[in-house]
């Protein structure tokens, strides 16, 4: 027999299942919703009970059906005003900020050049004021703030919650983030590497939508890799899986900062690729002026991007022969060079690959710019409900 607490706790555990399926993918169909374990009716009756409470509305989608025609479907999604979500990016010379609503649209970005000796205590001070800024410019008051996401460059230990050794930021090593970025921002704080936030980014807003398994290559000062896995992030034990620019390509190849020979960071990142055309060009490239040059026929700038693409492949065979994801997707300072860097990849991948040629995932450039890191940020505080739980009224 069903009991009326019974009947009750079962009502708010619907609720809590449609607005944490509304938190991680966004506006949806009903039917979609469906997809949370809930029968259509049960679907029905607390969408319209959310609508009631003013937690969710109705929006109008984009998709068509196949053949492109067809009224745009009807969708429900969070109320953007029950909430927002603030991203901060702190990376190799500049500082991200962005704010998203409930509804998960971009509010308002902001960025400001940062010294990468400068002290995470200065950083910090410096990153609290551009977001007191930022929200006061949104319109939005502290309380209405659900939680910050925070974005390190490298991998960060489980265990300690500190900045390993490999993080590319050095005033930051044996740093615990979290701890730190609280006790100045006074809010709720969540930390993880850039590559895991932008892979979280691209399921949200880009190219990975709609996918459940996916690995994101991020390419900055080092490179990274984001594991989406059954649609959650994995990080590992202890913090350091996708940590692609260490797998060894050359056993005898250059020291790496990590201590081992040979690592992909030595061969492919941006620095080894201006390093390696400073050799012959006697001139200080940035990576955009390369990807420039390639782009209207340099031989040199197309070949050592080439180069840089068959050593990513590599490493992405093996991660491919690890994980079988459903869709790699590159990102960061090297994407811009589309089909130079990407056809050498997919051909180094399809050499080592397993069953190559037959299930090979799609590799394709992320569809976000440079806001993809610190977009990431903000989407996982918007996605972990237990943590960062919405305001129990609307507003």
Known sequence: MTTPDSSSSQRRANRARVIRALRER??????????????????????????????????????????????????????????????IEIANGIVRVAACNAAQELLLYDS??????????????????????????????????????VAMPGPLQRRSGVNGRATTLKPWVNVNPRAAAAEVLRMPVLVDNDANFAALAEMTWGAARGTKDISYIYTASGIGAGLILNGSLYAGSNGTAGELGHTTIDENGLVCQCGGRGCLNTLANADAITENLWRSYRERLSIADVIKLAQVGDAGCRRVLADAGSHIGLAAANMYNLLDPELIVVGGNLAPAGEILLGPLRESMARRAIHAGEVLPPVVVGELDEKVVVLGAAAAVLRDADNFPLPNHPR
């Open 26 to 87: 966004g506006p949806q169909s009903r039917s979609a919703l469906g997809q949370a374990g809930l029968s259509r009716s049960t679907v029905a009756s607390v969408v319209e009970e959310l609508m009631a409470a003013g937690l969710v509305v109705e929006v109008t989608g984009t998709a068509r059906d196949a053949r492109g025609t067809g009224r745009p479907p009807t969708l429900v999604g969070l109320k953007g005003s029950l909430g927002v979500s603030l991203g």
């Open 112 to 149: 400001l050049p940062m010294d990468d000796h400068t002290t995470p205590e200065a950083t910090l001070k410096t990153t609290s004021t551009l977001v007191d800024q930022l929200l006061a410019r949104a319109g939005v008051s502290a309380g209405e703030v659900l939680g910050v996401g």
